[in-house]
């Protein structure tokens, strides 16, 4: 048990179920398709910097990914896509709506530990559009282990804060679970909170940041070692 802590918060992608793969397999039908364009390496970055203008406008998830995808393939096609190339880009976008959010090795025999348990509460808090965040989480079947969800279109110190008002607690009494650093560690560690990470097998570019020891920080390789920390 971790001296403190009250409020136990989990990130969903790529830390209760797998959904960054469905994205690279996406990219890679898209850029076979785009092939006489240039090559993946290529298309991938360009792709890059379209979902990194359109941040602002579009947010996160697979609604906006498939939208830059097209705008990237407009581009490099130079506006010559066929019907069929456009009907390809969002049938790819489409597959990643249809994640199945199946609960990766260990995450429902911890959380079914730590909610029986009893000492903390747990919450989960979620970065992306609303509506596939929502299905995502009724099809998981966890959405029972959690006395508070919260779905955000960012993860800045500001929603931190905000999670913990709502749950009644301090940022300090927080322990926030997740696979990025940048998103779900370091906000927390900066407020005082404290952070376990456990890295995906793969990672959004735009999640990629230096990571660091802390004294509040554990490191983890597979969901049950969470027990251990705070059982």
Known sequence: MIEGVKVVAFDADD?????????????RKVAEELSEYGDFQYISDELYK?????????GFGAKAYTLSMIENAVNLSGGKLTGEQIMLIIESGRNILHNPATPLPGVEETLTALKED???RLALLTKGELHDQERKIKRSGLGKYFSHIDIVSKKTQEEYVTLCSEMGSEPSQLMMVGNSFKSDIEPVLQLGGWGIHIPAEMLWKLEHTEEYDHKKLFKVKT???IIDILL
């Open 15 to 27: 830390t209760l179920w797998s959904n960054e793969p469905l994205f690279r397999e996406a990219e």
């Open 50 to 58: 379209v979902e990194f203008k359109n941040m602002e406008d579009y």
């Open 118 to 120: 009893g000492r903390y």
């Open 223 to 225: 969901f049950e070692e």
